[in-house]
């Protein structure tokens, strides 16, 4: 059984960064981790994921270019740089694992077997 917990998140101000990360028990050395988020009266948007090769890493149109996503296999942990926040970037940020070596549309959510709490992140203008 895999436990996903995320911690970093809080508030700042327009333009600045926080980096989250997620804490995995259990074992996710082949599956493929990812982070997705969800504003209020949206739906779960993809936003990176890194798999077990590589890694490889992808991201969601919205966030390429500021966000930057790392894994530390050695501690099981994935990562998730944020610059330059706007307030469209607002919401609850989950951490997501697949089943080992899991294959299939890796920015789906449905690929995801394990989820965390979430974390919230609030950007004021």
């Known amino acids: 059984q895999v436990q996903l917990v995320e911690s970093g998140g809080g508030l700042v101000q327009a333009g600045g960064s926080l980096r989250l990360s997620c804490a995995a028990s259990?074992?996710?050395?082949?599956?493929?981790m990812g982070w997705f988020r969800q504003a209020p009266g949206k739906e779960r948007e993809f936003v990176a994921f890194a798999n077990w090769a590589g890694p490889i890493v992808s991201y969601g149109d919205s966030v390429k270019g500021r966000f930057t996503t790392s894994r530390d296999f050695s501690k099981n942990t994935l990562l998730l740089q944020m610059n330059n926040l706007g307030p469209d970037d607002t919401a609850i940020y989950y951490c997501?694992?697949?089943?080992?070596?899991?294959?299939?549309?890796?920015?789906?959510?449905?690929?995801?077997?394990?989820w965390g709490q979430g974390t919230q992140v609030t950007v004021s203008s």
């Open positions: 997501a694992a697949s089943r080992p070596q899991a294959t299939g549309v890796l920015s789906s959510n449905e690929l995801y077997h394990y």
């Open positions: 259990g074992d996710v050395s082949k599956s493929v």
